[in-house]
């Protein structure tokens, strides 16, 4: 005998839905980033080359973005990420394996 399980899922739209997919970054300058401890903001610099991941909307800057670098959560605004870094594309791998399978 089987239970039929009920859930819901939450569909977010428009920038959050864009922040909450995991989205990649590489640093093309260096740049300032803040980092809030405890309840203090510390000042950071996100070197070039730098691989910084998008966490979601920054809860405290209100054009910004929670990013994750070196394991620290660090918050940007979205001008600064966008104008300094370029987006990393992984490669689809569903479509290879789909050839693949049909060879």
Do not use: W
């Not at 239970?3 to 569909?11: D, E, G, K, N």
């Not at 203090?40 to 080359?49: A, D, R, T, V």
């Amino acid at each position: 005998m089987t239970t039929p399980l009920a859930y819901s899922v939450a569909i977010p739209r428009g920038e959050a839905r864009n922040a909450s997919v995991r989205q990649s970054y590489r640093t093309k300058k260096s740049f300032v980033a803040v980092h809030f401890d405890d309840g203090k903001g510390e000042i950071g610099f996100l070197p070039e080359g730098a691989i910084l991941g998008i966490v979601g909307p920054s809860s405290c800057l209100r054009e910004g973005f929670e990013i994750l670098f070196e394991e620290q959560v660090y918050n940007v605004f979205k001008a600064d990420l966008f104008a300094r870094c370029s987006q990393m594309f992984e490669p689809r791998r569903a479509r290879s394996r789909a050839v693949t399978a049909c060879a």
